[in-house]
């Protein structure tokens, strides 16, 4: 398994931009699929996007959908998160997962489905 190091995270106003970044080490992310997941205190984790490995196609949870972008960059062994027009209700920590498994559709927003975790980065927005 990889270990994967989230950053990027903090204080940021209404309406404001964030990237996040989630740098794997021990291995290669090129066969991985990737993916961000949040949780807010009191709340279960809850998914946010995913990219297969091919970076062909993506998936957002509706909440997020629009504003979130996902990306990778396998030569920087990196995965991206740009969250623009951000709302109170994103304040969370943010995790980033990946599994080398092949995920049927439905399957995707599970976190039981990836293998590998990051350590989160605290997401807060507020004014």
């Known amino acids: 398994q990889v270990q994967l190091v989230e950053s990027g995270g903090g204080l940021v106003q209404p309406g404001n931009s964030l990237t996040l970044s989630c740098v794997a080490s021990?291995?290669?992310?090129?066969?991985?699929?990737l993916a961000w997941f949040r949780q807010a205190p009191g709340k279960e984790r809850e998914f946010v996007a995913a990219?297969?490995?091919?970076?062909?196609?993506?998936r957002y949870s509706d909440s997020v959908r629009g504003r979130f972008s996902i990306s990778r960059d396998n030569s920087k062994s990196t995965s991206y998160l740009r969250m623009t027009t951000l709302k109170p209700e994103d304040t969370g920590v943010y995790y980033c997962?990946?599994?080398?498994?092949?995920?049927?559709?439905?399957?995707?927003?599970?976190?039981?489905?990836?293998?590998?975790w990051g350590q989160g980065t605290q997401v807060t927005v507020a004014s």
């Open positions: 997962a990946a599994t080398g498994d092949v995920i049927l559709g439905g399957r995707w927003p599970s976190p039981e489905t990836y293998e590998s």
């Open positions: 990219i297969t490995y091919s970076a062909y196609s993506e």
């Open positions: 021990g291995g290669s992310i090129t066969g991985l699929n």
